[in-house]
């Protein structure tokens, strides 16, 4: 039987088209993990750039009020108000009308005296406070962290010392006081 074919009685397979439901699990269990992951680095660098954000504004306000104020006469007049009205309020910051606020959106307490005038800022996470510290520490005259840090008339005072009036640092003191729930960076400078 030459030039004769023989046929199969065995029906083709159809040709398979997209994923089986197995395929399709694992598919998106891997862009599942692989979304994770990025959301995880994506929180991480954010973390970052908002702690590098208050510290650079914080440091910045420090700079600029006292060179306008402390060639004025003393910073007793260093108040929310003449913060916004001299145009000090940071970029990314903002003045609400009565008050300034952070990169974040949480209140600063401002206040000054004669001789000095101090920042508290509010709704910190532990890494935010400690990044945010460290980075202020070049520009403040003392730095105090913690859940009961204050200033009253350009003073600070309560929290953990990190940084001491005679420039003395504690890591052990700065690590206390942002472990604290409800933690707070009070900053003053002269």
């Given at each position: 039987m030459r030039g004769t074919q023989r046929h199969s009685t065995v029906p083709l397979r159809r040709?398979?088209?997209?994923?089986?439901?197995?395929?399709?699990?694992?598919?998106?269990?891997?862009?599942?993990?692989?979304?994770t992951g990025a959301y995880g680095i994506y929180k991480v660098a954010r973390a970052d750039v908002t702690a590098d954000d208050l510290a650079r504004g914080t440091v910045r306000m420090l700079a600029d009020t006292q060179n306008i104020f402390g060639t004025n006469g003393g910073y007793a007049v260093v108040t929310?108000?003449?913060?916004?009205?001299?145009?000090?309020?940071?970029?990314?910051?903002?003045w609400d009308g009565a008050n300034v606020l952070d990169n974040r959106g949480s209140i600063v307490t401002i206040n000054g005296a004669a001789g000095s005038f101090a920042f508290v800022f509010t709704d910190l996470s532990a890494s935010d406070c400690a990044k945010a510290a460290t980075k202020m520490e070049s520009m403040a005259t003392s730095i105090r962290v913690g859940a009961t840090a204050a200033a009253a008339a350009g003073v600070i005072s309560g929290g953990s010392v990190y940084k001491a009036a005679d420039g003395t640092i504690s890591a052990a003191n700065l690590a206390t006081g942002c472990g604290q729930d409800n933690r707070k960076i009070a900053v003053q400078a002269q």
């Amino acid at each position: 039987m030459r030039g004769t074919q023989r046929h199969s009685t065995v029906p083709l397979r159809r040709r398979q088209r997209g994923l089986t439901i197995t395929e399709a699990i694992l598919t998106l269990g891997i862009a599942s993990a692989v979304a994770t992951g990025a959301y995880g680095i994506y929180k991480v660098a954010r973390a970052d750039v908002t702690a590098d954000d208050l510290a650079r504004g914080t440091v910045r306000m420090l700079a600029d009020t006292q060179n306008i104020f402390g060639t004025n006469g003393g910073y007793a007049v260093v108040t929310p108000a003449n913060i916004n009205s001299t145009g000090l309020v940071p970029p990314g910051w903002r003045w609400d009308g009565a008050n300034v606020l952070d990169n974040r959106g949480s209140i600063v307490t401002i206040n000054g005296a004669a001789g000095s005038f101090a920042f508290v800022f509010t709704d910190l996470s532990a890494s935010d406070c400690a990044k945010a510290a460290t980075k202020m520490e070049s520009m403040a005259t003392s730095i105090r962290v913690g859940a009961t840090a204050a200033a009253a008339a350009g003073v600070i005072s309560g929290g953990s010392v990190y940084k001491a009036a005679d420039g003395t640092i504690s890591a052990a003191n700065l690590a206390t006081g942002c472990g604290q729930d409800n933690r707070k960076i009070a900053v003053q400078a002269q």
